[in-house]
């Protein structure tokens, strides 16, 4: 059976994203456990510090994982960051392993730190270790955005540590978007856009089901050691051949056979008119919500209408009377799911269950539960390991504190009449001065940021500022129904702005001020300068520590998402091209609109954003920065920007230029010619990286194989070899071999212009080709019209020609 489900979950789901990492390892380890390849996690590392160590441990701890990965370990002394590349949008699996060994200088056991992800969440604060036990802790995060950042940053005095991690994509359908909450009034508690913890994932039956016979790789422990007391009429069952996955139900990916084929149940038939419980117990942290899953299969002989039970958390009823014969047709052995949230107070850390007998409609006095699954929400500060402080109870306080409370309150009061008086005196002399303009934007008098009347920008730039209290009412509140993305520097909400302006807030995370350099950086730049190709800013807000900007809202969202990895319509030929060319005018007008080049910095994908029109605007100028000046070739500064996109030249010296950008440019269009990501783990090795596996079949004179499919047969063959040709220059490793940006832009637009023209009837087709001459640069091309589209031409043979010609200009 074991080898059956593992055939079956293999071919139920493939994650697009399978980052597996052995921390402080050289070399990849083959774990024992399922046959899977961790490599060595340095590649991973954005920004590796000199005070980073890799440790050896002289044991091997016993863990259901795999052993072998607990025997290595990086060590951080300052914090650190873990970059993966994201190419599948939506919830994944992020696994930390922790192993606490002895080795050299360090105690790993008096390590304290904390973990973050995206600079949005907190996984864990002030994390000890202290025990020399394996420790699994297993996440769920909605990535929306194209890298996951995880940081690990070491307490005061102290370091931190990780043996290994995993990131994982897993379906969609895994998570719902929301749950309904058990207390009353029963409201739809939001999921999408929160992270969760695994508390507990039980297996009923008490069987334990290991990783490798789950599509997720998730461990089942067994039930027994949760029931709160067993009685005469608990049975553990086991009838594996009964489960029977339905088309409408859950499907082996919500969980396995193993699971619905075993469960726990009361059996009291004996017993006329018994009503029991069966209670299992669960430790949590007071004072988060959580999201319950409890999973049925009625796999028992008998008519599965017969089998009525009621539900119960913590002594609140969940579901009263529920007939699982109802819900699943009457089929036998079809599995069903009853998904809930609960809100567990600060003065109770216990999350019981209880499954009971009902005696409804005849039923049979049995109960059954075959599985169930408890994920700690984090909180509003998108805190997982921290308690809001603003909803403690004044219950749980000390007595001898209340007097305290109720003295401040009422010097608060006080304080509070006599400067409501000076409030209302400001506010008179103000009420008549002129607000702001129809377009929304504020004067430094209508908001004053973090209580003091100053800003963290210039006088210059004030008038792009808004209250927060506009941006509230724009955003709801900051709705999470509005909530349109998620990326390292936080939310993206769509607003409406009192005179009915559409834009799109970006808002920082509130727990973390890490992007305030680039909140400056991106401010200051986009208040520079305006042009059509580049998003513009509408405003921005720095009160009360927040920091928000405002930008035009553009309909169509993000190129890449109109390439791959979305259901969005695809883009023909001609509309990339047009894209490639907005992009390129505002990269052009960056890099030549002032004394000093203005770079870029992260120039992808997913920062070309596209209009109504699909016009193309290049956007998220969080990195950019000023150019050399006149006497000088480069700036030297540390490397930042997306993997997969960054310039060989920059990342090796430290050398920024704008040639840079140039390569991140040329990255792009073959991204758009592929129809594919940048980094893409799930292929072969030879093209994980598309960079790599461009080079290689140019290399080979295999590169028709890079064309996506959609666009065979609509593109000019004259259009396309100048494309490519434009693209590959862009992408020399020494930046002195690309291209200025003006030169790709004048390509791209000659490009458009082949593409443009139509072949004429009764016209002779020409297959030679001719010399062209381009800024002193030879070049061979087809003759306008030559070969009209592609239908019916060999793409072997007009790529066949373009090595022809390169060869041709290397004598």
Not at 493 to 510: C, E, H, M, N, S
Not at 727 to 738: L, N, Q
């Amino acid at each position: 059976m074991s080898t059956m489900c593992l055939i079956k979950c293999s071919l139920e789901f493939d994650p697009k994203d399978n980052y597996l990492l052995d921390c402080g390892s050289p070399t990849n380890t083959n774990t024992s456990v399922g046959n899977r390849i961790f490599t060595s996690d340095h590649l991973f590392l954005s920004n590796p510090q000199p005070q980073q160590q890799s440790l050896t441990s002289q044991s091997t701890p016993s863990t259901t994982y795999g052993s072998s990965l607990l025997t290595t370990a990086t060590v951080f002394n300052k914090a650190s960051n873990f970059t993966f590349p994201i190419n599948h949008h939506g919830r994944h699996f992020i696994r930390l392993y922790f192993f606490p060994f002895v080795s050299n200088n360090y105690n790993l056991t008096s390590s304290k730190f904390s973990v973050s992800a995206q600079g949005l969440f907190t996984l864990l604060k002030d994390f000890q270790p202290d025990v020399q036990t394996p420790i699994v802790k297993e996440y769920s995060l909605n990535i929306t955005s194209d890298e996951l950042v995880i940081t690990f940053d070491p307490s005061p005095n102290s370091f931190a540590f990780i043996n290994a991690i995993e990131v994982v994509s897993h379906p969609d359908e895994l998570i719902p978007v929301s749950a309904l909450t058990v207390e009353l009034p029963k409201n739809h508690h939001n999921l999408i856009t929160h992270a969760l913890e695994t508390v507990a994932r039980i297996n009923m039956g008490n069987q334990t089901v290991y990783p490798d016979n789950d599509t997720s790789w998730r461990l089942w422990n067994s039930d027994g050691p949760f029931i709160i007391k067993q009685n005469n009429f608990v049975r553990f069952v086991t009838n594996l051949s009964a489960v029977n996955y339905t088309e409408n139900g859950p499907s082996v990916d919500i969980a396995p056979v193993s699971v619905y084929g075993t469960a726990t149940k009361l059996e009291t038939e004996f017993i006329p008119g018994a009503i029991l419980n069966n209670t299992w117990s669960f430790n949590v942290d007071p004072g988060f919500s959580y999201f319950v899953r409890f999973h049925f299969c009625d796999i028992i002989e008998r008519p599965p209408s017969e089998l009525i039970l009621n539900v119960y958390l913590n002594a609140m009823s969940v579901a009263k009377d529920l007939n699982l014969g109802e819900q699943t047709s009457n089929i036998l052995g079809a599995p069903f799911i009853l998904d809930v949230v609960t809100k567990v107070s600060n003065r109770n850390s216990m999350i019981n269950v209880s499954i009971g007998t009902s005696l409804a409609h005849g039923a049979f006095p049995q109960s059954i539960l075959n599985g169930l699954e408890i994920m700690k929400i984090s909180n509003s500060k998108g805190n997982l390991d921290e308690v809001d402080t603003g909803t403690v109870s004044l219950t749980s306080r000390s007595k001898q504190n209340v007097w305290i409370i109720a003295a401040s309150a009422a010097a608060g009061a006080l304080l509070f009449l006599s400067v409501l008086g000076c409030l209302i005196f400001i506010f008179c002399r103000r009420r008549n001065k002129k607000s702001s303009s129809n377009t929304g934007h504020f004067t430094e008098e209508n908001s004053s940021p973090n209580g003091n009347g100053s800003s963290i920008f210039s006088k210059s730039k004030v008038g792009y500022r808004f209250p927060l209290i506009a941006i509230q009412e724009a955003t709801d509140k900051f709705s999470e129904s509005l909530v349109i993305g998620i990326g390292g520097f936080g939310k993206v909400y769509k607003g409406t702005l009192f005179d009915g302006t559409i834009v799109a807030v970006k808002r920082g995370a509130p727990q973390s001020h890490q992007g305030l350099a680039e909140f400056r950086t991106e401010v200051e730049m986009l208040s520079q300068f305006r042009h059509r190709h580049l998003v513009s800013l509408i405003g921005y807000c720095d009160e009360r520590d927040e920091m928000i900007i405002i930008y035009e809202y553009m309909e169509n969202g993000t190129l890449k998402n109109h390439l791959y990895g979305s259901d969005l319509p695809k883009l023909n030929w001609r509309q990339r091209l047009e894209i490639c060319i907005g992009a390129a005018r505002g990269l052009h007008y960056l890099h030549t609109s002032s004394s000093k080049a203005i770079i870029h910095r992260d120039v992808k994908s997913a920062n070309i954003l596209l209009d109504e029109n699909f016009m193309a605007k290049v956007a998220d100028f969080g990195l950019s920065k000023n150019g050399p000046e006149l006497d000088q070739s480069h700036v030297s500064t540390a490397v930042k920007g997306s993997f997969g996109y960054l310039d060989p030249e920059y990342m090796t010296r430290q050398q920024l230029t704008e040639k840079s950008d140039v390569y991140s440019f040329g990255v792009v269009m073959f991204e758009i010619l592929c129809g594919r990501p940048v980094i893409d783990p799930s292929r072969p090795r030879g093209m994980v990286s598309l960079v790599e596996w461009v080079k290689e079949l140019q290399k080979n004179g295999e590169l028709e194989k890079i064309v996506d499919p959609y666009l065979v047969g609509e593109m000019k063959i004259e259009s396309l070899k100048k494309f490519v040709d434009i693209a590959d220059k862009c992408i020399a490793e020494e930046g002195v071999d690309r291209p200025p940006m003006g030169n790709v832009l004048w390509n791209l637009e000659y490009a458009l212009q082949l593409e443009g023209t139509e072949i004429r009837t009764g016209q002779t087709v020409n297959d030679s080709p001719t010399n062209h001459v381009e800024n002193g640069v030879s070049s061979t091309v087809f003759s306008e019209g030559s070969m009209g589209n592609l239908d019916g031409v060999s793409m072997s043979r007009v790529f066949s020609e373009m090595v022809k010609g390169e060869k041709q200009d290397m004598r």
